[in-house]
Every structure is written in structure tokens, then in C-alpha cells.
């Protein structure tokens, strides 16, 4: 008899039925080149994540940037190298982010399909194709710190990822590899000065699907 692997309607990469924490994220700051900006990636209760920090533009003259990322490496107990270990995300439609609650600000959440390139002398990684989408929740509410941002999920299909190199769009970049996605993160920018200061952005989950939920919202860029 032959057996017939049944992929699930969803899985979670982060959250839900897995921990965010441990391995810790790799943060990527504008520190690497000089700035000033910080940011981190923390485990809440009821198994949810705060991605924060602070965005500085000053240093730099206008410009700043401030990640999280997460390799596929972290979930590998199999002996396998961060440049091996893939998640094979090709029977899915797109990512579905479960965002709890936000500030008001735009975020960035990346993709890396390609494996890591040695990094340079000075030790600092060497730039790679990302393939970005934007969103920016809905303003509404408030809380102790001040404006909040009510919660909602966010569906990312794979058609709504622009690939980039170093900030700038890459029409030559082929297709995401879906059945090859090395990273994921996600990241907070000045968008040529137009944001800056303090960032929170609190997250339930990250989930590959099929479809989206009933309530997700399309992410707007």
C-alpha cells in the first residue's frame, strides 16, 4: 500500500504550537555601519513575542534601520548547518502574521531564500537578495504608553513579496523559492526619515496556510 503525506491546512513557524524562544534572534542594526538604532525580539506569556527598540535617523542623516531574524537552523536537531536547513514552505499560499498589537508604525517582514554568503573581512555578513512586504495596522485605541494599535492578522502571499538588494527593488531576481526559505524577520526603517524614535510591535504568531483566515486583512505595503 502506499501512503499519501497530508499537508496541513496551516503550520505554525513561530507561536501558536511553538516557542519563539530559545534559540535567541540574531539582531541586524545599522550599528554595522555605524548607527545608532537597537532593537530585540523577546518572549511574552501565553507563548507571544514583542518585537521593539529604538530607531535613531540622527546618526546617520536621515536614514536608519533596525531587525529581527530567525533562521530555519533553529528548529534542525538533525546535525544539520544553518546554510542546509530549509523550511519547505511550497504547499502553501502565503505567511499569515497574528499581530497582537502595534504603535502606529510601518514594519517590514522579510524572507531569505538564498543560502548564507561567507561574511567579509571586517566580519560584518555580506548584503543578499530579501524579499519584503510592508504593513502597517489600523490606528485605533490607546493604552498607558499612548496610541495603540488594535490587533489583527496580516496575510502575506507569496505574490506580495518584492525582492530587494540593499534596500532598493530587484526585477531580475527570479521567483521566491518557497520550498527553500533559509530566514525570516522582521525589521523597522526610517523610509527616508519619515519614522523614528521608540517601536513596539507585540505578535501571537506566524503560520504558513493555505488560505487565509476569515479575518485576516491582505497586507498593504
Known amino acids: 500500500m502506499t501512503s499519501v503525506a497530508i499537508t496541513p491546512e496551516s503550520f505554525f513557524l513561530f507561536g501558536g504550537s511553538r516557542p519563539w524562544l530559545p534559540p535567541p534572534w540574531h539582531t541586524s542594526d545599522?550599528?554595522?555601519?555605524g548607527g545608532s538604532s537597537r532593537s530585540s525580539l523577546s518572549a511574552l506569556p501565553d507563548n507571544c513575542a514583542r518585537f521593539d527598540g529604538h530607531l535613531d535617523i540622527e546618526t546617520l542623516g536621515g536614514a536608519g534601520f533596525a531587525s529581527q531574524f530567525q533562521s530555519a537552523a533553529s528548529?534542525?536537531?538533525d546535525g544539520a548547518t544553518a546554510s542546509d536547513a530549509v523550511w519547505d514552505l511550497s504547499a502553501y499560499s502565503g505567511l499569515e502574521i497574528d499581530v497582537a498589537s502595534g504603535?502606529?508604525?510601518?514594519?517590514?517582514?522579510?524572507?531569505k531564500d538564498e543560502k548564507p554568503q561567507d561574511k567579509r573581512d571586517d566580519g560584518r555578513g555580506r548584503a543578499g537578495i530579501n524579499w519584503e512586504?510592508?504593513?502597517?495596522?489600523?490606528?485605533?485605541?490607546?493604552?498607558?504608553d499612548?496610541?495603540?494599535e488594535v490587533g489583527c492578522r496580516v496575510w502575506v502571499p507569496w505574490t506580495a513579496l518584492k525582492a530587494t538588494y540593499?534596500?532598493?527593488e530587484k526585477e531580475d531576481a527570479g521567483k521566491?523559492?518557497?520550498?527553500?526559505?533559509?530566514?525570516?524577520g522582521f525589521m523597522m526603517r526610517s523610509h527616508f526619515g519619515t519614522q523614528q524614535g521608540d517601536f513596539k510591535l507585540q505578535l501571537r504568531s506566524i503560520s504558513a496556510r493555505k488560505q487565509p483566515s476569515e479575518t485576516a486583512e491582505l497586507v498593504q505595503g
Open 133 to 144: 512586504a510592508g504593513f502597517r495596522l489600523n490606528r485605533n485605541g490607546e493604552d498607558g
Open 75 to 77: 528548529e534542525q536537531d
Open 166 to 168: 540593499r534596500g532598493k
Open 146 to 148: 499612548g496610541r495603540q
Open 176 to 184: 521566491l523559492k518557497t520550498g527553500e526559505i533559509r530566514q525570516l
Open 30 to 33: 545599522d550599528r554595522v555601519r
Open 103 to 111: 504603535d502606529g508604525k510601518g514594519y517590514t517582514f522579510i524572507l
